[in-house]
């Protein structure tokens, strides 16, 4: 299974694609970067479901990937689409170290990684309420997840939060966050990954008014209460 089988890339795309593969299979055996070995299931798993959400995202947008792990969605989002600038967020500073490598090593520019959590990232200037799309795939509940991301976005951007099947709970549960944090629910496309039977649900939350700074709560409180 190959990322241009399904993505219209150029020659430096896909070497891109081939060398991010790579280098997370190496680093992988010295960290755990991922559960997912096998090299068909990382372009499948990782890379394309990455990229559903790419039709969503304007050219030349500020991106936050919030929980990024092994840099996923926000590196193959940064491959496909070269005119967004992305910024990388991930509380364990092991991850921040390999991509900080991959960054580097896949030659990208206007990306860069940060050792946070966001609870805390989030009250920064610089920041708070001044990206287009914060985004994030299988971090949190979602009732969580909206308090992590809707203080990053500015007012008329949008989260892309990225779940799997049977959001419906979920989506009820966290209606009294969304409108706390300033967000409405703009959009719930269902889908399933090509060549698979996995399915797949992209929740789109506009902001549409500014987060009170109260918000987030402390580092670990969204978690265990969410609101």
């Known amino acids: 299974m190959k990322v241009e089988d399904y993505y219209n890339l150029n020659d430096r795309q896909i070497e891109q694609f081939e060398d991010y593969k790579k280098l997370l299979i190496?680093?992988?055996?010295?960290?755990?970067?991922?559960?997912?070995?096998?090299?068909?299931?990382?372009?499948?798993?990782?890379?394309i479901d990455s990229l559903t959400i790419s039709k969503f995202i304007?050219?030349?947008?500020?991106?936050i990937d919030v929980g990024t792990g092994a840099g996923f969605p926000g590196i193959p989002l940064k491959?496909?689409?070269?005119?967004?600038?992305?910024?990388?967020?991930?509380?364990?500073?092991k991850r921040i170290a390999f991509l900080d490598e991959a960054i580097q090593n896949l030659k990208l520019n206007e990306i860069c990684a940060i050792h946070s959590r966001a609870e805390d990232l989030a009250r920064v200037n610089g920041q708070r309420e001044c990206y287009d799309y914060a985004v994030s795939r299988a971090v949190a509940n979602l009732s969580t997840?909206?308090?992590?991301l809707l203080p990053f976005v500015k007012v008329g951007g949008e989260c892309i939060c990225m779940k799997g099947p049977n959001i419906e709970d979920e989506i009820d549960n966290s209606k009294?966050?969304?409108?706390?944090?300033?967000g409405k629910i703009e959009k719930v496309e269902g889908l399933v990954l090509p060549d698979s039977d996995m399915i797949r649900n992209i929740i789109i939350i506009k902001k549409i008014r500014r987060t009170d700074f109260k918000y987030p709560r402390k580092a670990g409180i969204p978690v265990k209460k969410p609101l």
């Open 58 to 63: 304007d050219d030349n947008s500020r991106i």
């Open 176 to 182: 009294n966050a969304i409108e706390i944090l300033g």
């Open 26 to 47: 190496s680093w992988n055996e010295k960290i755990n970067l991922t559960a997912i070995t096998d090299e068909d299931q990382i372009v499948l798993k990782h890379f």
């Open 79 to 93: 491959i496909y689409n070269d005119t967004l600038k992305v910024t990388l967020v991930d509380a364990l500073n």
């Open 145 to 148: 997840l909206v308090e992590y």
